[in-house]
Each structure stands twice: as C-alpha cells, then as structure tokens.
C-alpha cells in the first residue's frame, strides 16, 4: 500500500497567519492526491482533487500543489472557518490511502 | 440534494456481526461508485472498502477483507456493509461517501454511524 505522511501533525496559527499543510506519499501518486477539511463531529468536505483542482464552492484562499511525491495544501489567510483537521488522500491506486491528518488549532 | 444516510450502528460484542446500511438520493445511484471509510475515535480516516456502479469490481482494506463484505441495491439506492467477526480494533464512525466519476475521490458523505464492539 501506499503511505502517506502528513506534516506537521499540529499547526497553531492565528487569523491572518499563511498556513502551509505538507503530504508526501511512499511512492509517486503523479497528481492523483485530494485534501479533505474535517471539523469535530462532522464529516469530511472535499477541498482539492487532483492536487490542485479546487471544489466548487471552496473558498479561493485554499489551493494545493505538487506532483509525484510532494504536495502542499495553502491556506493563505488563515479564516476563523479554518480552524480544523485537514486530510491528504491519496487514489493512485483502487486502494485509497490517507494522511494521519494536520490539525490546525488557534495560536 | 445529493443526501447519504447511515443506519445500522451500535454495540456489538467482539465476533459478533453487524449490518450498516447506507440510504442514498438526490443522485442517479447506479452511475456511482460507492464506499465505506471509518474513524476509529481521536484518529485518522480509513477507507474500508470500495463498489463499483455496476457492483463488477469490490475492493477491501487489508484489514477487513474476509470478514466485511460490501454491497449495494439499486432498487432500494441503498448501499450495505455486513461486518463480521468483529474486534475490538474495528470501533470506529463508519462513512458511506460516493466517489466522483472515475476516481476515488469523496465527494459527498453521510453523517457517520457509530460502530463500538465490546464486551
């Protein structure tokens, strides 16, 4: 299976702040990687497909880069909305993996 | 209004089993491919298991695969998860989520259900 590592685990950041999350995969996804934002209890929303494809409706301050092995996710002016868990996700392969997950918490 | 609804969920003593099902609308069914993730408490997502549109191609994790079995009705637009020989290490939230078209990407997903196997 492919491993996916996210860094750092946790992130203090005030509003304002430009917050840059990082996923490296075990081995190249090319651009098959999304990012998910999860909020306690809730369910994960799809931001990012594609590394860098955006969702619908997904604020224009998200965005995310990279290929192979390396992708960042960008928030660039961290909102109060923010404040969450975010995800990377691999789907290179039928046998999806994920990121221990980045949780970005209020300074 | 794409809508993805679990039910099913509970206590459940270690090997025993347990049904989640997953009632889905506001979305052509049958033209996605569908999917169960889990969270076990304070931890990360994992995906579980995976079935195509047509129910052709089913794929499982490691660590459930020959006691989880996936499956889904069109005519009920419901998709299932029959989880036998429970442990301890399988409570978690379990998610039904649809994938986009033509990758395994979670676009929309349910609002969880609990799943805690305990003595």
């Known amino acids: 299976d492919i491993q996916m590592t996210q860094s750092p685990s946790t992130l203090s950041a005030s509003v304002g702040d430009r917050v840059t999350i990082t996923c490296r995969a075990s081995?190249?996804?090319?651009?098959?990687l999304a990012w998910y934002q999860q909020k306690p209890g809730k369910a994960p929303k799809l931001l990012i497909s594609?590394?860098?494809s955006l969702e619908s409706g997904v604020p224009s301050r998200f965005s995310g880069s990279g290929s192979g092995t390396e992708f960042t996710l960008t928030i660039s002016s961290l909102q109060p909305d923010d404040f969450a868990t975010y995800y990377c996700?691999?789907?290179?392969?039928?046998?999806?993996?994920f990121g221990g997950g980045t949780k970005v918490e209020i300074k | 209004e794409v809508q993805l609804v679990e039910s099913g969920g509970g206590l459940v003593k270690p090997g025993g089993s347990l049904r989640l099902s997953c009632a889905a609308s506001g979305f052509t069914f049958t033209s996605y491919s569908m999917n169960w993730v889990r969270q076990a408490p304070g931890k990360g997502l994992e995906w579980v298991s995976s079935?195509?549109?047509?129910?052709?191609?089913?794929y499982y994790a490691d660590s459930v695969r020959g006691r989880f079995t996936i499956s889904r009705d069109t005519a009920k637009n419901s998709l299932y998860l029959q989880m036998n020989s429970l442990r301890a290490d399988d409570t978690a939230v379990y998610y039904c989520a649809r994938a986009v078209a033509g990758a395994t990407v979670f676009d929309y997903w349910g609002q969880g259900g609990l799943v805690t196997v305990s003595s």
């Open positions: 594609k590394a860098s």
């Open positions: 081995q190249s996804i090319s651009s098959w």
């Open positions: 996700q691999q789907y290179n392969s039928y046998f999806v993996t």
């Open positions: 079935i195509s549109s047509s129910s052709s191609y089913i």
